[in-house]
């Protein structure tokens, strides 16, 4: 196998003719631009060695019309995380619409991460989304090395400026549905966090603290490591030692909710009476809970089909902005507050 | 893309050569065999156009390296199935310590079927794993009509008598359980048995069967179509009607027993004091019911690892011989019978 090439971009084309980005993608999507920028242009694709994206047709035998999704962090997604099948099978209903094949490629260990690094700078894929991505993960440093169309599902770690994503907005729809459990007349509202080491965790804490604004007491968060269940139980008999009176509980994920309401039963508290409980995510565990749980929805399919046309965007030749789109996150109130 | 080829077998060269399989093994392998055989062998090899699997390494630009994961009804796979996301990485962590790629594709629409098929005999991969076949699937004929390497994991349908395949014994390990629950001194027994559209569900069934004889009420039967939640809280409301004084139930999954226990915690039954349950995986679900599960532990990553072996040692170039292999499936009996 070669080793990963840096692959010469619209940028790289522009910088060697002078040229706004803008016109060259004119020019490379069949748009009017003056006869000299066009004879620059043409000049610095031969220099730089480009490799149009668009030309899907004349390089057909070079395209594998497949499209890479790697998982990180497959263990939690695929053991713990009750949306990663709909994020997956969003994404491939896509890409097939486009003809395109979904390859989903797994990277639990270093060889696997050296492996899949081949396999993408290989010609088997055109192009991949990321979900779970991770700071300086070599997989991401692969991917922007080579330039291959990607997109990310989740807030993206700094590396990757150029590479757009999707998501959700989850300081605003903790400080969202927070508010909600506050409106409902608790007192004494806690927090079982998780995952305070990445992105989603860390926004899902801040929109709590805003929401709650002077009320805040840090004693009522429950620092847990996972989004799961045993987290949740765990996190929860935290709370009721630190503050027996405690009447309201944001929970970070819906398992972790679910583990949480498990614990209030053991401990003889009534829901939504006694204390009324939220979750995040509105997966499966949402309606699986005894009482079914008020929460975030987390639309899984949608943002799997969003980063599969964000790739099929670019493999048609769009020179997509930097940056993400986030998706609605609609609050879904039932009976657990 | 060209249509689907049968590629000539180590059966095809012995007929052609006058030999047997093992003679035509032993050469492949480089082995010993007479002059004669070797002169005969090698002459049909070039007549059938066999491309032999164990020679990698002059084959390397042939060679993909890679091996498709092919999961169809992924509906209910990924959504549903708290296996798959394990039979996946035991999958993989086989494949990976072998220096080959898992690409796992996604059977979903027709739209799939046919793209899917053409990815198969592509090139794109040198082998599949198929989780979840069923009888006059389109991707298992085109996989059999390749003689790509491939392996079951599940009992295979009646089309893919030559492909191997890996699995657990359902009549025995359902017999098993249910034996256990009447030995702990249960009266009227019942069963909610699911997927009575396909093999597990309905060897699950003739296990429970076999373990009760003339004990078997086929009243105390509760027939729904999924292994889900929210089957098994219908499931158990079914046989709460047709007999008030049940006081053992068998589940066809841990996720139906999950349902199952709401139900019955809803009727003020107390389990395991008024009625025993068991189920069927050991899944997550089993250690997160309240009380924890009494189950048949379903070796999920096992599963995905020899299947895995399974394909692996059909590119060394044995010559498997074909039918099934099944992993031992232990009761793990912890608190709800």
């Known amino acids: ?28 999507n069949g748009g009017y631009v003056s006869a000299e920028a066009r004879a620059a242009i043409e000049a610095a694709i031969l220099e730089v060695g480009y490799v149009p994206n668009n030309a899907a047709r004349t390089l057909k035998m070079r395209r594998s019309q497949a499209v890479g999704f790697v998982a990180l962090e497959p263990h939690s997604l695929f053991l713990d995380d009750p949306n990663i099948g709909s994020i997956m099978l969003g994404a491939n209903a896509a890409l097939s619409l486009a003809d ?13 991460t050296e492996r899949v690094a081949r396999y993408l700078s290989g010609g088997f894929v055109d192009g991949a989304i990321v979900v779970s991505a991770r700071t300086r993960d070599p997989i991401i440093k692969v991917i922007a090395d080579l330039g291959l169309p990607a ?28 508010a909600r459990l506050a409106a409902s007349g608790r007192r004494r509202i806690g927090m079982i966090a998780a995952a305070l080491d990445r992105d989603s965790g860390i926004d899902r804490l801040t929109g709590f603290k805003t929401a709650l604004g002077t009320g805040y007491d840090p004693a009522l968060v429950a620092d847990v490591p996972h989004y799961d269940y045993g987290s949740g139980a765990k996190g929860m008999r935290l709370l009721l030692e630190r503050e027996p009176s405690i009447d ?12 949480a309401l498990e614990t209030l039963r ?5 829901v939504p009476g006694d204390v009324g409980v939220v979750g995040f995510d509105d997966s ?18 949608e943002l799997g089909s ?32």
């Open 266 to 270: 053991e401990a003889g508290r009534s």
């Open 100 to 112: 395109h094949q979904m390859v989903s490629l797994v990277v639990e260990s270093q060889r696997d």
């Open 306 to 337: 969003y980063a599969a046309q964000l790739v099929l965007r670019q493999l048609r030749g769009e020179t997509l902005e930097p940056g993400g789109q986030m998706l609605p996150t609609p609050i879904v109130w039932r009976d657990s507050a």
């Open 248 to 259: 309201g509980v944001f929970a970070a994920s819906d398992a972790i909710a679910a583990g």
């Open 1 to 28: 196998m070669s080793r990963p090439q840096k692959r010469a971009t619209v940028h790289d084309i522009a910088a060697a003719a002078g040229v706004s980005r803008g016109t060259v993608s004119r020019v490379l």
């Open 151 to 178: 997109a990310f599902v989740g807030h993206p770690p700094e590396l990757s400026d150029n590479i757009p994503f999707v998501g959700i907005d989850n300081v605003g729809s903790a400080q969202a549905i927070t």
């Open 284 to 301: 499966t565990w949402a309606v699986r809970c005894q009482p079914q749980l008020s929460t975030v929805h987390q639309p899984a399919k």
